[in-house]
């Protein structure tokens, strides 16, 4: 598949996301033998979609929402400046509690360092309304060869915020993400051009997988996910070399393929959830002073 096949393959989709939402009170209801009594929890508030009274969470009474629109429509009006082909993808989940919200750029892009592709720019954004995502914000690249995630430690690119009420980010910094993208070439090159070896390997998986607790042997790991980012690591060592590069995409396709497992393919229950937390262990372990990918923020 060459280039413009992949970016072709992209296909945008966009679920509904700027539904109306209400913080309302929440009670609890008592039936005491057929006698039904209303208590009020004045502590806790409830967050319900008014379109379709479905309920999305609930939160102290302190707790201040910033929708899903705050953040979308905003990164829209940023990309019509810096691109003419971004392709958007948002998808929500439970009931709109939880959005996704993907934008790559087709025609911002850097030459991949293994493959006759492309790697392209993609702002990521996620927020939810049952207290599950805080407002994330992350600009990258996108491999288009496998459509693999690509993760930067760059504290412009990754944006967290609690929800209070009050959204203040600066947007113009996805600008900025566009220049350090660009940099990211050289960069990708020189791991390409890097040897890592096998105990370097395993050091970083047991990092990345690693327990508090540990297995019956002794090791502080998860024993199953060691053996999928293992597996990972002999496809793309066998593809492109043992080197930083082929150890970058083992991990990241680790990250963005939580149904595959070293055998088969392992139905998760929510996908979505398990690459953000996968994503962070990366982004921790990059911003280490002894990691192999260290960046400088």
Same mark, same amino acid.
């Given at each position: 598949m060459n280039h413009i096949q992949s970016i072709n393959k992209i296909i945008g989709y966009e679920d509904d996301y700027s539904? $109306?939402?209400?913080? #309302?009170?929440?009670?609890?209801v008592l039936n005491d033998m057929g006698i039904i009594s209303e208590i009020d929890c +004045?502590? !806790?508030?409830?967050?319900? !979609?008014?379109?379709? +009274?479905?309920?999305?969470? +609930?939160?102290s009474s302190a707790y201040r929402p910033v929708t899903h629109s705050q953040i979308v429509d905003p990164v829209r009006n940023i990309l019509h400046d810096i691109s003419d082909?971004?392709? $958007?993808? /948002?998808?929500?989940? =439970?009931?709109?509690?939880? *959005?996704? %919200?993907?934008?790559?750029?087709? =025609? /911002?892009? #850097?030459?991949?360092?293994?493959? =006759?592709?492309? #790697?392209?720019?993609?702002?990521?954004?996620?927020?939810?309304? +049952?207290?599950?995502?805080? #407002?994330? /914000?992350?600009? %990258?690249?996108?491999?288009?060869?496998c459509l693999n995630g690509c993760t930067t430690a760059d504290r412009v690119a990754n944006f967290r915020l609690k929800h209070n009420g009050v959204f203040k980010y600066n947007f113009d910094?996805?600008?900025?993400?566009?220049? @350090? @993208?660009?940099?990211?070439?050289?960069?990708? *090159?020189?791991?390409?051009?890097?040897?890592?070896?096998?105990?370097?390997?395993?050091?970083?998986?047991?990092?990345?997988?690693?327990?508090?607790?540990?297995? /019956?042997?002794?090791k502080y790991r998860n024993e199953t996910q060691f053996n999928n980012l293992m597996q990972q690591w002999k496809v793309y060592r066998q593809d492109m070399g043992a080197n930083k590069w082929s150890l970058y995409n083992a991990v990241t396709y680790w990250i963005t393929h939580p149904d595959h497992s070293s055998n088969t393919y392992t139905k998760v229950s929510a996908p979505h959830k398990t690459v953000v937390e996968r994503e962070s262990k990366l982004i921790s372990y990059m911003n280490k002073s002894d990691s192999l990918f260290k960046e400088v923020a």
């Open positions: 539904f $109306p939402i209400k913080t #309302i009170p929440m009670q609890g +004045n502590e !806790r508030v409830m967050l319900i !979609r008014t379109d379709t +009274n479905q309920y999305l969470g +609930n939160h082909e971004y392709v $958007p993808q /948002i998808k929500t989940y =439970d009931n709109g509690a939880m *959005m996704v %919200a993907k934008f790559t750029c087709r =025609d /911002i892009r #850097i030459k991949d360092p293994s493959k =006759d592709d492309y #790697i392209a720019f993609q702002v990521t954004l996620r927020n939810s309304y +049952n207290g599950m995502w805080s #407002i994330m /914000i992350t600009a %990258a690249g996108l491999r288009l060869w910094h996805l600008k900025h993400s566009v220049d @350090f @993208f660009h940099t990211n070439e050289e960069r990708y *090159m020189e791991w390409a051009n890097t040897k890592v070896s096998e105990w370097e390997v395993e050091k970083m998986f047991e990092k990345l997988t690693f327990t508090a607790r540990p297995t /019956i042997d002794g």
